[in-house]
């Protein structure tokens, strides 16, 4: 039998351990793409290439060598994700996009929803002192409201506001050290993504100190794409779209 050719779009845990899995599934061959964002990524099993394709044509160029796209980049990854619908619609190389489940407000939580990055710093208008959990894009966003900002990425921010700290570090974060991180600073609102998955700690966290959360809502998945929301629904796709036999 020839071996079934599937590119995971990466940048996510759950792309590196759908990889890691691809990679012992009989007859499929693997390839995991990175933006090339991150200095030190943690890489998958299989083959791995790095850089953008050079838009939609070029990941459509690519399509050409790939039996199956697998999409499961970061929630907010809009653009890749556009590309990747409209590579797949332009090459009829099928796409599943694998979109881990967003947070739900529970609780004792005081959340407010925002549609983008723009809405939330006018939202914290009037804070004084705001940890900044949206990593390293859209902290420009925020450069004109006066308060304090703890602001937290993996690579730095091109830009950061006058009055900040810096804390370079990796997720996912325990609780206990996301909660003396809220009380050392004395913190008194959160600005995070709907990024779902492991590093919710930040939200807990707030809850239990009574801090209020900006949460900046994820962009939408294009019309018309199929969406599943993990790592065992994706291997189903490529298991039903590769002919390969579940295990
Ligand atoms: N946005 C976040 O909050 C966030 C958080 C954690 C991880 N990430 C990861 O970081 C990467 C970049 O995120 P972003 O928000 O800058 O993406 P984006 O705005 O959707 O994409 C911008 C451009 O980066 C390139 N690109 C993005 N993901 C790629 C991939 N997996 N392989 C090859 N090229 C890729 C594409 O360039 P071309 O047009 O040249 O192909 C794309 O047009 C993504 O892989 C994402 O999974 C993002």
């Known amino acids: 039998m020839t071996a079934r050719r599937v590119l995971v779009l990466g940048g996510t845990a ?3 351990e759908l990889a890691d899995a691809l990679a ?12 090339g ?3 030190d990524p943690r890489l998958p099993a299989g ?4 850089g953008g394709f050079g838009g939609v044509d070029g990941l459509a160029a690519a399509c050409a060598h790939v039996d199956l796209l697998v999409d499961a980049t970061h929630p907010f990854a809009a ?11 332009r090459t009829g190389t099928p796409l599943v996009v694998l979109r881990r489940p967003g947070w739900v407000e529970g609780p004792g939580d005081d959340w407010r929803r925002v549609p983008t990055t723009g809405a939330a710093a006018a939202a914290v208008v009037g804070s004084r002192r705001v940890f900044l959990a949206i990593g390293r894009q859209g902290v420009g966003a925020f450069l004109d409201v006066d308060a304090w900002f703890l602001v937290r990425a993996i690579e730095p921010p091109d830009v950061l506001p006058a009055r900040s700290e810096l804390v370079l570090a990796r997720g996912p974060f325990a609780l206990d050290d996301e909660r003396a991180l809220l009380r050392r600073h004395r913190i008194d ?8 998955g ?16 900006v949460l900046v809502d994820r962009p939408p998945v294009p019309d018309g794409v199929r969406v599943v929301d993990g790592v065992v629904g994706a291997l189903g796709v490529v298991r039903e779209q590769c002919g390969t036999p579940s295990g």
């Open 14 to 16: 759950e792309a590196r």
């Open 24 to 35: 012992a599934e009989p007859g499929v061959v693997v390839t995991t793409s990175l933006a």
């Open 37 to 39: 964002r991150t200095r």
């Open 47 to 50: 083959a791995v290439r790095t």
């Open 79 to 89: 653009r890749m994700t556009s590309h990747a619908a409209a590579a797949s619609a």
């Open 189 to 196: 609102v959160v600005v995070a993504k709907d990024s779902g």
């Open 198 to 213: 492991a590093t919710e700690a930040k939200l807990v966290a707030a809850r239990e100190l009574g801090v209020p959360v």
